[in-house]
Structure formats: structure tokens, C-alpha cells
């Protein structure tokens, strides 16, 4: 039996993952990773990071490596599934926050933090699957499943289940707690290179999921140096469950193009953008209801492991690193200890709640469902007789409060404050979104 008992054993060398144990070096307290998989490569497609999340891994000292491989995000901009533009708003450091907004490949922010992790600390230890984490007298055991076929038990102070959706310490400690919950929608992921759409900065969302609603986002400048950008894109729709919920499940562009056949906008032709798509990935829309608990005793939860949502909002990888943070804190000022556990748990477990079931019902989108219902899906002649600007503005500056990434919340914790300066118009010019300043 290995024994690390002074140690904190993060199982899952995800963003949580990853982003926990650069905070644990940064206040002295020894850790190490376990992931399963055998290599940790640059996988999945694009994700978003908020002000706050970019807050928190500027304080680890790795937010001028990922914007070095990023797109700061501009702007969103939201249309209906006719191309006409319903609202826009600036984003990050153009909105007057002090920590940018970021679009980045998932697997080139994972492989920022990965470096940072194994420079700092000690490697990876991949291979290595966690079956099972039991209590023994002031410590965990966990029993791992390496890569040979052998097992292994290693003991550390607590266990930190960062292992995802299909968390196996989440089934541990909730084994009756069923399926996800399926929303009604289902999704298709993809990346395509593209030239700069708009501004070439800017998240999109357009339509609504009732028809067919499209989110687009570039997530890297000039990938082939032709000026072109790799530009992640998310297509949402209505209809029964079609799969199960595994993130690298392979889709076609043909099981959803009819949804878009007609979406010829003089921004953007939709169809050929993505047919042009490097590959597809298909996703149900679906989360777990909020847990009662994240641990006993010397194991908690982390991430999606703790609050799985369904992915709208740009907001999962965000509450990650919250997580990291606030668990790096109670366990630095509490020791590796059960009370430290329970206090971050006491903190985030409601907060987390919150973004789950916004995430159900009012994500910042929602504006385009308010549009859908109050046009009875029809173009109309000028927004503003449809809903007013302030209206729009308001649905948006809820979620953010919801959140935690509001210019108030984030006032309040001393960082990301807004200023006076340059700043992004919130209304088009000749269809298109203008850079102001």
C-alpha cells in the first residue's frame, strides 16, 4: 500500500483537476493526480472562459500562455433563424472587466494547465483508474486499476473526485440516483475552418431550439496560416434523446443539416459552414438534479462530478475552477481534514446549484426564446417593437448574477471591476456588429 498521508489525491486530470492542484502548490499543500486514460490528449472542441474563470487562473499564473492560444472574445451577438440581429453586448475586457473572456480548444487549455501541473509538481499519474476510495483510521484508501491489469491501493489524507460526468466516486456515494435528466434538446459539436465571421472575436447564437438553434465562436486565429480561424460550433434541437451521454460520440453533419437548409445570411452561409467542419460530435442536452451532499468524511466532489449541467452558458469549466479554488482555501486554512471538506461544500454546493437550474431555464440565450415566442417564430420589422433593449439586457445581467460573474459580484471580491475606455457598440451597423473606441 502506497502511503501519502499528508497528501490530497485528485482523481481526474481534467480542467477541475488539473486547476485544483496548481491551486494547492500555489498555498503549499502536497497533492498528486490520477487520471485513467493512458495519455491526456488534445481532445474535444471549443469552451468558454468566463471573467471569473480567467480571474482565477491569472492568479496561477498561466492566463498569458492560454491567451496566447485563444481568441478574446469580443462580443455576443444574438440573431433569429432568419439572420436578423435581435441584441448585442460586449464581452471580457471589452465589457470593462479586467480578466478577458477566452474561446479556446478544450484540449489546448487542458494542455496549458497539464504543462504547469507536471512542471510545478510531479507528472501525471495516467493509467491509473480509481474503482474505489474507502475510509481507513485518518485517511482514504483508494483502489486503482493501472493500465497492466494489476491493481494498487494508495493512501491519502482526502480524495478529490474530479473524474466528470461519469464520476465512479459520485456512484459511490449517490448509488441510487439514476439517469441524467434529458432536457428535450439534443446536441451536435464541431469545429470548422472558416473566415472571421463578424468581427472574427465574437460569440454567436442564433435561432431557437424549438427549429434549430446554432452557436458559433472562433477558438483559434490563422490554424494553417491562410488567415483563416478554427471556429467552434454547437447546433441545438428539439426531439427525443438519441444517445447516451458520452462526450466524444461520433455524429453527422447529416443527422441536423435540414434544421439549417436555409439559413443563407449575408453574415454567414450557414450550410456550408458546416459542411465544411473538420468532424462531429453528438451530445444529448442533459444534467443531474442537484445532489444533498458532494462527501462524507475525507472524500468530496468536484466540477461535473459534483453539479453536471447541461452545457449552456459557457458556465461549466468556469464553476470548476470556482471549485478548485474555494477547496484549495478551506483545505489550506483547515489542513487536510474532513471539516475543510465540509466547509467547501457548505460554500459551493448551493451557489452550484443555482447555475444548474439557470442552466435548465434562463441561460443568457433565453433572449432568443423570449424573441421566438413574442414573434410567433416570423421576422419582424424593428426589434425594439418586439422587446425593448433594457429587456434584453436585463435577461442577461441575471444570469451572470446567478453565475458569479457579474461586474457586481466581481467588484465585491476585489477584481474584474469595470473601466472607463474602449468598448464594443451594442447595436449593428449595416448588419454587422462594429468595434467602438
Known amino acids: ?20 492542484a496548481l491551486e494547492l502548490e500555489r498555498r503549499g499543500v502536497a497533492c498528486r493526480v490520477f487520471e485513467a486514460t493512458a495519455s491526456i490528449g488534445a481532445t474535444g472542441v471549443g469552451i468558454n472562459l468566463l471573467p471569473h474563470a480567467s480571474k482565477e487562473l491569472a492568479a496561477l499564473g498561466v492566463l498569458s500562455e492560454l491567451e496566447a492560444v485563444a481568441v478574446a472574445t469580443d462580443q455576443a ?23 478577458p473572456q477566452l474561446s479556446i480548444h478544450r484540449g489546448d487549455l487542458q494542455a496549458v494547465l497539464l ?3 507536471e512542471e510545478r509538481l510531479v507528472p501525471v499519474r495516467t493509467g491509473t483508474r480509481c474503482s474505489r476510495v474507502r475510509p481507513v483510521p485518518g485517511a482514504v484508501a483508494m483502489q486503482l486499476e493501472l493500465a497492466d491489469g494489476s491493481t494498487e491501493e494508495v493512501t491519502a489524507a482526502v480524495a478529490v473526485g474530479c473524474d466528470g460526468v461519469h464520476s465512479t466516486l459520485r456512484r459511490q456515494l449517490h448509488p441510487g440516483e439514476g439517469p441524467p435528466k434529458y432536457s428535450g434538446y439534443n446536441m451536435w459539436r464541431g469545429v470548422t475552418r472558416w473566415e472571421p465571421i463578424l468581427s472574427g472575436a465574437g460569440m454567436i447564437r442564433a435561432g431557437w431550439l424549438t427549429r434549430g438553434k446554432l452557436v458559433i465562436y472562433p477558438i483559434r486565429h490563422d490554424p494553417d496560416g491562410d488567415g483563416r480561424q478554427l471556429v467552434n460550433w454547437v447546433a441545438e434541437i428539439a426531439g427525443p434523446i438519441r444517445a447516451e451521454r458520452d462526450w466524444n460520440r461520433a455524429g453527422s453533419v447529416e443527422d441536423f443539416i435540414a434544421a439549417f437548409a436555409d439559413w443563407h445570411f449575408d453574415w454567414l452561409d450557414v450550410p456550408a459552414f458546416l459542411r465544411g467542419t473538420d468532424l462531429v460530435l453528438e451530445y444529448p442536452m442533459v444534467d443531474q438534479d442537484p445532489l444533498s451532499f458532494w462527501g462524507r468524511g475525507r472524500i468530496t466532489l468536484l466540477g461535473d462530478a459534483a453539479h453536471p449541467m447541461v452545457p449552456r452558458g459557457s458556465n461549466g469549466a468556469g464553476q470548476a475552477i470556482l471549485d478548485a479554488r474555494h477547496l484549495a482555501d478551506e483545505l489550506a486554512a483547515r489542513g487536510t481534514t474532513p471539516e475543510a471538506l465540509r466547509s467547501y ?9 443555482r447555475v444548474v437550474l439557470a442552466n435548465r431555464t434562463m441561460p443568457p440565450d433565453a433572449i432568443l426564446g423570449e424573441v ?16 425593448s433593449h433594457e429587456e434584453l439586457a436585463a435577461i442577461t445581467e441575471r444570469y451572470k448574477e446567478i453565475a458569479g460573474y457579474s461586474r457586481r459580484l466581481l467588484e465585491a471580491e476585489g477584481g474584474g471591476s469595470p473601466r472607463d475606455g474602449t468598448a464594443i457598440s451594442t447595436r449593428p451597423s449595416g448588419g454587422r456588429t462594429e468595434q467602438m473606441g
Open 372 to 387: 421566438y415566442e413574442r414573434t410567433g417564430d416570423r421576422p419582424f420589422a424593428r426589434i425594439e417593437d418586439v422587446i
Open 1 to 20: 500500500m502506497g502511503s501519502n498521508l499528508g497528501e490530497v489525491a485528485i482523481v481526474g486530470a481534467g480542467i477541475g483537476g488539473l486547476t485544483l
Open 77 to 99: 451577438v444574438f440573431f433569429n433563424r432568419f439572420g436578423q440581429h435581435v441584441y448585442s453586448e460586449p464581452l471580457g475586457r471589452f465589457a470593462g472587466y479586467d480578466h
Open 345 to 353: 461544500e457548505k460554500q459551493r454546493i448551493a451557489a452550484t446549484a
Open 115 to 117: 504543462r504547469a501541473v
